[in-house]
C-alpha cells in the first residue's frame, strides 16, 4: 500500500477524537500531535510540518458545527484539505509549444529512473496523439544510449543519437533541426546524470537548456529519497531554471515525504509520476487523488462535503436559533431528515468502492422508506401542528386523525413525535445548552 505508514500514522489521529462532540482547542492537542509525527516519520521536511500542523489547528477550532458529521470527519477533512493545498492544488498539465516541435529536457541524478522515463514519456505522449523523438544526450555512458535505443523500439519512436564522441549540446542541436525536418510534435531529450551535483554537470545542462530552448525543464526525482528530493527540485532550479518534477518510484515503499514537500519546499510542481516499471506506469500528479489515497477516506470526504452543501453556513444559524429557543419543528425536522436522506443516496455510490462500505444498501433503502413514512404523515399535519409539535404531545386526537389520514398507525405517529423531541434534546446537548431537555411523555 502507497504511503501506508503515513495512513496508520494518521489514523490514530482520527481515533483520539471518537467519541468528542466538537473540536476544541484541547482535545486537538493530541491529534495535533500525532498527525504531525505521521509526517515527520514519512520524511516530510520539518518547516513544511510545521506549517502544515499550524494551518490544520487554526481551522480545526474556527470550525463551525455540521449537522451529523463527527469532530473526526471534520478533521479528516480539514487535513485533506490542507494536504491538496500542499501538494499544489490543482493538476500541473505539461505545456506544448505554440508553434514548432515541443522540446522537453530531462535532468536527474543517476538511477532515478530518467531513461524509463523517456520511454514512459514518449509512449504517455503518443496516446495523446503526439509523435515523439527521443535524443540520447547521455555521453558518458554508452549502455544508456543503447538501453534508449532499445526502449524507444518498445514505444515505436525514433531514437536520435550521435554515440559518445560529440558534446550533447551538439547532439541536441542537431537532435532539434531533425525533428523540425520531420514534422515531430514532441522531442525529448535524455541527459547524463550524475551520482551526485557536480559543476560539470550543471553547465553541461546549462548548455543544453541555451540551444533547445525547451518548452519544460523537467527534474526526475526518486520518490524514496523523501524530502532529499525536495532539495533537489530546489537546487536544479536555482541552477538551471526548471520547469517542474517527475517523481519516479511511488510504487515502492517511500514513504510520502517527496510527494508531500517538493512543491512547497521549491515552488516548482510535480507534474508527473511513475508508478511502476512497464511503459504505461506514467500518470499526472494529481494532488486531490494523492490526498485522498494517503487518507483511505473517500467516504469520510464525500460525507462531509456533501453535508457542508446541504447545510449553508446561514442554514446553521439558522438552525442554531430554533434549537435555542426550542422552536425545531417539524418543518426543520422534514428539511433535516431529507439532507440527511440525500447523503444516504450519495453513499450508496461510495459503497460501491472497496473497503468502504461502511452503510449497507439495506440499510439505505431502509432509512429511505421510514422518511417516506415520516413525509407522508407530517404532509397532514396542519401548518400549526407542524410548528407546535407540543399540540401533538398533548393531543392523543391530533396524532389519531394522522394516523388515519397519512394511512400510518397511531403508534407510528407517536414514534414520530418522539423522534422529534429526541432530537431537540440531541441538539442542545450537542449545542451546550444546559436546559432541562427531557421528552414529553405523550398524554393519552
Ligand atoms: P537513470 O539512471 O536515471 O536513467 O535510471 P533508469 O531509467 O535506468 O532506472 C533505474 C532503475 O529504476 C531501473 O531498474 C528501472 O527499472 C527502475 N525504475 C524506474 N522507474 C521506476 C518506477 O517508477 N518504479 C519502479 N519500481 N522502478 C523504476
Same mark, same amino acid.
Not at 152 to 161: D, K, N
Not at 180 to 194: E, L, N, P
Not at 358 to 381: D, F, G, N, W
Given at each position: 500500500? #502507497?504511503?501506508?505508514?503515513?495512513?496508520?500514522? =494518521?489514523?490514530?489521529?482520527?481515533?483520539?477524537?471518537?467519541?468528542?462532540?466538537?473540536l476544541?482547542?484541547?482535545?486537538i492537542?493530541?491529534?495535533?500531535?500525532?498527525i504531525?509525527? !505521521?509526517?515527520?516519520?514519512?520524511?516530510? @521536511? =520539518?518547516?513544511v510540518?510545521?506549517?502544515?500542523?499550524?494551518? &490544520?489547528?487554526d481551522? !480545526?477550532?474556527?470550525?463551525g458545527?455540521?449537522r451529523g458529521?463527527?469532530?473526526?470527519?471534520?478533521?479528516?477533512?480539514?487535513?485533506?484539505?490542507e494536504?491538496?493545498?500542499?501538494?499544489?492544488?490543482?493538476?500541473?498539465?505539461?505545456?506544448?509549444?505554440? @508553434?514548432g516541435?515541443?522540446?522537453? $529536457?530531462?535532468a536527474g541524478?543517476?538511477?532515478?529512473g530518467?531513461t524509463?522515463?523517456?520511454?514512459k514519456?514518449?509512449f504517455?505522449?503518443?496516446?495523446?496523439?503526439?509523435?515523439?523523438?527521443?535524443?540520447?544526450?547521455?555521453?558518458?555512458?554508452? !549502455?544508456a544510449?543503447d538501453?534508449?535505443?532499445?526502449?524507444?523500439?518498445?514505444?515505436?519512436?525514433?531514437?536520435?543519437?550521435?554515440?559518445?564522441?560529440?558534446?550533447? @549540446?551538439?547532439?541536441a542541436?542537431?537532435g $532539434?533541426?531533425?525533428?523540425?525536418?520531420?514534422?515531430?510534435?514532441?522531442?525529448?531529450m535524455?541527459?547524463?546524470g550524475?551520482?551526485?551535483?557536480d559543476?560539470?554537470m550543471?553547465?553541461?545542462?546549462k548548455?543544453?537548456?541555451? &540551444?533547445?530552448?525547451?518548452t519544460?525543464?523537467?527534474?526526475?526525482?526518486?520518490?524514496?529519497?523523501?524530502?532529499?528530493?525536495?532539495?533537489?527540485v530546489?537546487?536544479?532550479?536555482?541552477? %538551471?531554471?526548471?520547469?517542474?518534477?517527475i517523481?519516479?518510484?511511488?510504487?515502492g515503499?517511500? /514513504?510520502?515525504?517527496? !510527494?508531500?514537500?517538493?512543491?512547497e519546499?521549491?515552488g516548482?510542481?510535480?507534474?508527473?509520476?511513475? /508508478?511502476?516499471?512497464?511503459?504505461?506506469?506514467?500518470?499526472?500528479?494529481?494532488?486531490?487523488?494523492m490526498?485522498? /489515497?494517503? =487518507?483511505?477516506?473517500g467516504?469520510v470526504?464525500?460525507?462531509?462535503?456533501?453535508?457542508?452543501? &446541504? #447545510?449553508?453556513?446561514?442554514?446553521?444559524?439558522?438552525?442554531?436559533?430554533?434549537?435555542?429557543?426550542?422552536?425545531?419543528?417539524?418543518?426543520?425536522?422534514?428539511?433535516?431528515?431529507?439532507?440527511?436522506?440525500?447523503?444516504?443516496?450519495?453513499?450508496?455510490?461510495?459503497? #460501491?468502492?472497496?473497503?468502504?462500505?461502511k452503510?449497507?444498501? @439495506?440499510?439505505i /433503502?431502509?432509512?429511505?422508506k421510514?422518511l417516506? %413514512? #415520516?413525509?407522508?404523515?407530517?404532509? &397532514?399535519?396542519?401548518?400549526?401542528?407542524?410548528?407546535?409539535?407540543?399540540?401533538?404531545?398533548e393531543?392523543?386526537?391530533?396524532?389519531?386523525?394522522?394516523?388515519?389520514?397519512?394511512g400510518?398507525?397511531e403508534?407510528?405517529?407517536?414514534q414520530?413525535?418522539?423522534?422529534?423531541?429526541?432530537?431537540?434534546?440531541?441538539?442542545?446537548?450537542?449545542?451546550?445548552?444546559?436546559?432541562?431537555g427531557?421528552i414529553?411523555?405523550?398524554?393519552?
Amino acid at each position: 500500500e #502507497m504511503f501506508g505508514q503515513l495512513t496508520s500514522g =494518521l489514523e490514530a489521529a482520527w481515533n483520539k477524537l471518537k467519541g468528542e462532540e466538537v473540536l476544541t482547542k484541547e482535545n486537538i492537542v493530541e491529534p495535533m500531535r500525532d498527525i504531525r509525527r !505521521a509526517l515527520l516519520e514519512a520524511d516530510v @521536511s =520539518l518547516p513544511v510540518v510545521r506549517r502544515f500542523v499550524q494551518a &490544520v489547528s487554526d481551522q !480545526a477550532v474556527g470550525v463551525g458545527l455540521i449537522r451529523g458529521v463527527r469532530p473526526d470527519q471534520q478533521l479528516v477533512k480539514i487535513v485533506n484539505d490542507e494536504l491538496v493545498k500542499l501538494m499544489g492544488g490543482e493538476v500541473s498539465d505539461l505545456e506544448f509549444a505554440k @508553434s514548432g516541435p515541443t522540446v522537453i $529536457l530531462l535532468a536527474g541524478l543517476q538511477g532515478v529512473g530518467k531513461t524509463t522515463v523517456c520511454a514512459k514519456l514518449a509512449f504517455y505522449l503518443k496516446k495523446l496523439g503526439k509523435s515523439c523523438m527521443l535524443v540520447a544526450g547521455d555521453v558518458y555512458r554508452p !549502455a544508456a544510449i543503447d538501453q534508449l535505443k532499445i526502449l524507444g523500439g518498445q514505444v515505436g519512436v525514433p531514437v536520435y543519437s550521435e554515440g559518445t564522441e560529440i558534446k550533447p @549540446s551538439e547532439i541536441a542541436k542537431h537532435g $532539434l533541426e531533425e525533428a523540425k525536418k520531420k514534422q515531430i510534435d514532441v522531442v525529448i531529450m535524455d541527459t547524463a546524470g550524475r551520482l551526485q551535483i557536480d559543476k560539470s554537470m550543471m553547465d553541461e545542462l546549462k548548455e543544453v537548456k541555451k &540551444v533547445l530552448n525547451p518548452t519544460e525543464v523537467l527534474l526526475v526525482v526518486d520518490a524514496m529519497t523523501g524530502q532529499e528530493a525536495a532539495a533537489l527540485v530546489t537546487t536544479f532550479n536555482i541552477e %538551471i531554471g526548471i520547469t517542474g518534477a517527475i517523481l519516479t518510484k511511488l510504487d515502492g515503499d517511500s /514513504r510520502g515525504g517527496a !510527494a508531500l514537500s517538493v512543491r512547497e519546499v521549491s515552488g516548482k510542481p510535480i507534474k508527473l509520476v511513475g /508508478r511502476g516499471e512497464r511503459l504505461e506506469d506514467l500518470e499526472p500528479f494529481y494532488p486531490e487523488r494523492m490526498a485522498g /489515497r494517503i =487518507l483511505g477516506m473517500g467516504d469520510v470526504l464525500s460525507f462531509v462535503e456533501k453535508a457542508q452543501e &446541504v #447545510m449553508k453556513q446561514e442554514d446553521a444559524e439558522e438552525l442554531q436559533k430554533k434549537i435555542m429557543s426550542a422552536k425545531f419543528d417539524f418543518n426543520d425536522f422534514l428539511k433535516q431528515t431529507r439532507a440527511v436522506a440525500q447523503m444516504g443516496s450519495m453513499s450508496r455510490v461510495i459503497g #460501491m468502492i472497496p473497503g468502504m462500505a461502511k452503510v449497507t444498501p @439495506s440499510q439505505i /433503502r431502509e432509512a429511505e422508506k421510514s422518511l417516506k %413514512i #415520516m413525509e407522508s404523515m407530517i404532509e &397532514v399535519m396542519t401548518p400549526e401542528e407542524r410548528e407546535k409539535p407540543e399540540l401533538l404531545a398533548e393531543s392523543a386526537t391530533r396524532r389519531k386523525r394522522i394516523a388515519t389520514e397519512s394511512g400510518k398507525t397511531e403508534q407510528q405517529v407517536s414514534q414520530l413525535v418522539a423522534q422529534l423531541f429526541q432530537m431537540r434534546v440531541r441538539m442542545k446537548n450537542l449545542m451546550g445548552v444546559m436546559e432541562n431537555g427531557s421528552i414529553p411523555a405523550l398524554s393519552n
